[in-house]
């Protein structure tokens, strides 16, 4: 597997199961894709999402109705807690090359991983199934520090604007990108004052 980040914005993504991992699967694509869950009953977790609801019993469908409800769909996500339905998911969707996740049974062709998210960054993590547990304390451990990072990379963002106007050479404009990521001080202000920790990487790194 290579990791890779896709814009989902108007795919279709086709949730089988609406239990508590529907649900989690859900949240997870409903503020991008347009979702699906398709179960004999949902979890109180789907509330308020913006998806929509298809009452079935999976467990009673032929592959044909399956293959039928794949029609459009971009990914597919089997999250029913039969692991053997799931894998029958997963066989109609290969058939049909829909992109494939298995919430449990046999490994699909995409992982949902683990994401830290600000308004600047994304940071997927993934043990490829072998511990979430490890995933989720690595997320935690990211969010905590690295709380500041969206104002680093607005600051990184800022200088790197002066520097293409004053800083012909590009190696010496990556050092001093990297002097500036790489200074504690710098960091520090950043957690209270952006206007501070600006005007410290200026006087450091760019009025040297």
Known sequence: MIPLMLDLTGRRVLIFGGGDVGARKAAYFEHEAEVTVISRSFSPGLEGLAIRRQEADL??????ALRSLLQGVFLAVAATPDPALNDRIG?????TGVLFNNAAGEPGDVIVPSVVRGSRYLVAIST?????????YLRMRLEAEYADLDRMIDLQDEIRSMLRETEPVQAERSRILWSILSDDEVWEALASDYGRARGLAIERYLHA
């Open 91 to 95: 066989r109609v969707c290969a058939g």
């Open 59 to 64: 467990s009673a469908l032929p592959d044909e």
């Open 128 to 136: 490829r199934g072998k511990s979430p547990a490890v995933s989720r």
